[in-house]
C-alpha cells in the first residue's frame, strides 16, 4: 500500500487594515445563516478608533475588534483580559489603580471606562506588533496608543456595557 501524494499547494495570506479578503461560510449542506462569520479588519475598517465590536460569543465571552488609531481613553476591569495585535503598532500603558478608581463591582463584566486620569503605581508598557498578545490584569488602567498607521485589536474579555454588537452589518446574510 502506498500513500497518495498530495500536489495542491498552499499559500497562506496574512491580512491587514489596508489589505484583506473578506471570505465567507461555504457550507456543505445547510444555510449558511446558521452561521456567524464576520473579518476583524473589515470590522476595523468601519468602526470608531477603539469601538469595541463583538464578533464572537460564547455565552458571556466575547471577542472584541477595535481599531487602533490615536489614544484610546482610559479602560478597567474587574477581571482579566487579553488584547491581541492583528496589524500595526500598538502601545499599551498600564496603571495599578487606586481603590478609589478600581471596579466597585467585583463581578461586573466588560471593560469601564476610569473617571479622570488614572491613581496609583505606574506598571509600565507594552509595545505590541502582529501577531504580540498582552495581559490586562484585572483592576489596572489601560490605555492603547498607536502614533502610526491605524492598526487592528482583538480583544478577549466579557461582554460589558462598552462592548458594541452589529451583527446584521458584520456577518455574512447569503
Known amino acids: 500500500m502506498t500513500a497518495a501524494k498530495s500536489t495542491a499547494t498552499y499559500k497562506t495570506r496574512f491580512g491587514s487594515l489596508k489589505h484583506f479578503e473578506k471570505g ?8 449558511v ?12 475598517s468601519l468602526s470608531k478608533p477603539y469601538e469595541k465590536v463583538v464578533f464572537g460569543q460564547n455565552q458571556i465571552y466575547v471577542l472584541e475588534t477595535l481599531r ?18 492583528m496589524d500595526g503598532d500598538v502601545e499599551v500603558h498600564l496603571v495599578q489603580l487606586d481603590e478609589s478608581q478600581a471596579v466597585a463591582d467585583k463581578d461586573k463584566n466588560g471593560a469601564v471606562l ?3 486620569e488614572p ?3 505606574k506598571m509600565g508598557w507594552m509595545k505590541l506588533s502582529r501577531g504580540h498578545q498582552g495581559l490586562l490584569p484585572k483592576n489596572t488602567a489601560y490605555q492603547f496608543r498607536n ?3 491605524p492598526g487592528v ?16 452589518d458584520i456577518c455574512q446574510a447569503h
Open 24 to 31: 465567507h461560510v461555504e457550507p456543505i449542506d445547510d444555510d
Open 33 to 44: 445563516r446558521h452561521y456567524a462569520f464576520s473579518n476583524c479588519f473589515e470590522i476595523a
Open 68 to 85: 487602533a488609531e490615536g489614544a484610546s481613553p482610559w479602560y478597567t476591569c474587574a477581571h482579566d483580559e487579553f488584547a491581541l495585535v
Open 114 to 116: 476610569v473617571k479622570g
Open 119 to 121: 491613581r496609583g503605581k
Open 147 to 149: 502614533a502610526g498607521e
Open 153 to 168: 485589536i482583538v480583544l478577549q474579555s466579557c461582554k460589558g456595557d462598552l462592548s458594541v454588537e452589529k451583527w446584521a
